[in-house]
């Protein structure tokens, strides 16, 4: 299923599936405002009555700003405090140092293993 967030090319696409227990952010992120945070925030909260055993998140974010650092560091503490650290599985592909960088910074913040892989676009 797909949550719409209206992506277009600063907006991420947000796909999920509860039978798997899998949320797939992918595309662009260019937050100007929580505005975005508010929305996926309160889609969040009906996910999470469906979904109580355990999650995959996937991030294939091409680009992303600060503030959008700020909100899917947010989103990871949130989900972080609903599932224990073994039912919660992080996996980032990353398309340049940049992007790692923020990861990097994702990571330690939230105190979460993420995988990361390098995506090659040649």
């Known amino acids: 299923m797909k949550y719409d967030l209206n992506a277009n090319k600063f907006k991420p696409e947000i796909i999920y599936s509860i039978e798997k227990g899998e949320i797939l952010i992918s595309g662009y992120a260019i937050f100007e405002s929580d505005k975005e945070y508010i929305q996926i925030n309160l889609?969040?909260?009906?996910?999470?009555?469906?979904?109580?055993?355990?999650?995959?998140?996937?991030?294939?974010i091409k680009y992303l700003n600060s503030l959008a650092v700020k909100l899917f560091t947010k989103l990871l503490i949130r989900l972080k405090e609903k599932f224990d650290s073994k039912n919660l599985k992080v996996i980032w592909y990353y398309y340049d140092d940049n992007i790692l960088e923020n990861v990097d910074d994702i990571e330690f913040i939230t105190d979460l293993k993420i995988s990361k892989v390098l995506v090659n676009e040649e």
Do not use: G
């Open 43 to 60: 889609w969040l909260d009906e996910y999470l009555t469906q979904n109580k055993d355990n999650i995959t998140v996937i991030f294939k």
